[in-house]
């Protein structure tokens, strides 16, 4: 059973910081592009960033690029958001995702596998 699990939501002030975390289970999570997706109220679920399999390769969405950073550690079977900078509007739940192309995140279709989310509110 492949599990995703993120943590370190939580509340924070505009201009602070929150570091997420999402570890694998079930999968051989160094086959896997690693990808973080978020979710607004009232609007549709967005890419954020995808990581490739060996970490080499990153991208992010236009809106986050210079704030957060993603990495994973495939020791622990797990995959890191780093935000910095944090606005209001960066508010929503963020979700984990796998699949075993980055292209896959990239252009929208949906990933083979999802974590459950995790909020992150900011305060202005």
């Known amino acids: 059973q492949v599990q995703l699990v993120e943590s370190g939501g939580g509340l924070v002030q505009a201009g602070g910081s929150l570091r997420l975390s999402c570890e694998a289970s079930?999968?051989?999570?160094?086959?896997?592009?690693m990808g973080w997706f978020r979710q607004a109220p009232y609007k549709e679920r967005e890419f954020v960033t995808v990581i490739s399999w060996g970490g080499s390769n990153t991208f992010y969405a236009d809106s986050v690029k210079g704030r957060f950073t993603t990495s994973r550690d495939n020791t622990k079977d797990t995959v890191y958001l780093q935000m910095n900078s944090l606005k209001p509007e960066d508010t929503a739940v963020y979700y984990c995702?796998?699949?075993?192309?980055?292209?896959?995140?990239?252009?929208?279709?949906?990933?083979?596998?999802w974590g459950q989310g995790t909020q992150v509110t900011v305060s202005s």
């Open positions: 995702a796998a699949d075993d192309a980055v292209a896959t995140m990239l252009n929208g279709d949906a990933p083979d596998y």
């Open positions: 079930g999968i051989t999570f160094s086959n896997y592009a």
